[in-house]
């Protein structure tokens, strides 16, 4: 295969990065890509070779569900260019510590070919750490220390060294994939306007944070459908996103089991509890036999709270207090299937 090879792997946004990095460089090159979340060492494979010979890149997800995936992937692929999105605890039920997460996920680095190039996330600890021995180019939210730095100057406008970048709304939250993207599309040549340019026609993967209309009998609401899976992290960061969001009417807040946690599964879901109660949300509703241990940590400041272990309930009880106008957060695991609440 002549096609240069881009692995991404990460604990959170791997898909995302995927997609928008292909987006961006099949403007303006032949390109293929890895189909959906097929990042498996059996799913990989398969999509690997069904990606085009011919094709000058080959953008491909890299997932690890235990010690050791990722090296045989990149055995496999043999990556040309590596991106690790971040680092956190997702799936930590399969490997024995975060150190061995750590090391799995490195090996994305460690098994480039000779003349690669490993790009860096200087704003995560566990990846700067790593001993590379390729060609590091970094990236990072404010830190001059980075060959890419991005400062937030608003909602819609990043700021990457001396070059001003307009971000689409409904894509404005995704400013450190965008960074991530921007840094490597440059080293490929892709100029400053080519990527605003391709950058305005990007749109979300179902299920991965994308706005929804729900149209009801007495008017419509807003979905940020983020529903596809969920990690602490993850969960974390798109609920403190969700808060700082401005409506005139309710915040409202539904969120299922965080699942692959283990032994941590109690003390992980007890944390968003506690971390809801710090934020501005208006309504709580929680879903499955783990997110009861978020439930329990929630006060009293809300409207209104409730936790379900039947979705048949949760999903009337959906229909019943939302209202015209109100702004609606959904995630959780993928086995949950939290868009059955509007589907």
Known sequence: MDSIIIAITGSNGKTTTKEMLYHILSHYHSCSKSL???????????????????SKYAILELGAN?????????????????????????????????DEIIA???????NLEGNGIAFVNINDIAITNLKIRNKRITFGMNNAKANYNGKLENVSTLRINDFVLNIPEEINYLYECILSVYAIS?????????????????TIPNGRGGILIKKLSYGN???????????????QFGIKRFAQLNTNNNKVLIIADMLELGNFKKEEHRKIGTLINTLDVDIVLTFGSAMSYTFK????QYQYKEHFDDIKFLKEKFNSIIQNGDLIFIK??????????YS
């Open 104 to 110: 799995t996920k490195s090996a994305i680095f460690s």
């Open 297 to 300: 940590e929630l006060d009293n």
């Open 221 to 235: 609401c807003k979905i940020i459908d983020d529903a596809y899976n969920a990690s602490p992290s993850s969960m």
């Open 36 to 54: 959906d979340n097929h990042n498996s060492t059996i799913g990989l494979p398969i999509t690997f070779l069904n990606c085009n010979l011919k």
């Open 66 to 98: 235990k010690n050791g995936e990722i090296e045989k992937l990149c055995k496999i692929i043999k990556p040309n260019f590596s991106l690790i999105t971040n680092i956190s605890n997702a799936h930590i039920e399969n490997f024995n510590s975060f």
């Open 332 to 341: 959780g695991s993928r086995s949950m299937r939290l868009e059955r609440l």
């Open 186 to 202: 440059r080293t490929l040549g892709i100029t400053n306007k080519q990527f605003q340019e391709a950058l305005q026609t990007y």
